[in-house]
């Protein structure tokens, strides 16, 4: 089993920075990969950002590129996201998500099989 407890959201100003964290319990993640959603109320749930823990790949949704980073400790077993010049339109609950395939589908949801109980952010304009 494997449990991830996200830290890290709250309220700030529209151009502010928030570090979100996610730390990892219960295996190794040596061999995963963990990504950022997040839902806004009535949306769907969307890609953010994923790293490979093997080789450190980092993926980005097009809507925070350039704006946000995704950063891994590996004696840690956590992973971070860096959100800097937010926007109203970041408001929404962010969900850390593990995957314990090496998929191609990194974007996808349905390529995670472990979640965290989400942390609420918002950005106020």
């Known amino acids: 089993q494997v449990q991830l407890v996200e830290s890290g959201g709250g309220l700030v100003q529209a151009g502010g920075s928030l570090r979100l964290s996610c730390a990892a319990s219960?295996?190794?993640?040596?061999?995963?990969?963990m990504g950022w959603f997040r839902q806004a109320p009535g949306k769907e749930r969307e890609f953010v950002a994923a790293i490979r823990w093997r080789g450190g790949s980092t993926y980005f949704a097009d809507s925070v590129k350039g704006r946000f980073t995704i950063s891994r400790d590996n004696a840690k077993n956590t992973v971070y996201l860096q959100m800097n010049s937010l926007k109203s339109e970041d408001t929404a609950v962010y969900y850390c998500?593990?995957?314990?395939?090496?998929?191609?589908?990194?974007?996808?949801?349905?390529?995670?099989?472990?979640w965290g109980q989400g942390t609420q952010v918002t950005v106020s304009s």
């Open positions: 219960g295996r190794t993640f040596s061999s995963y990969a």
């Open positions: 998500a593990a995957s314990t395939s090496d998929s191609y589908y990194i974007r996808s949801a349905g390529t995670y099989n472990y």
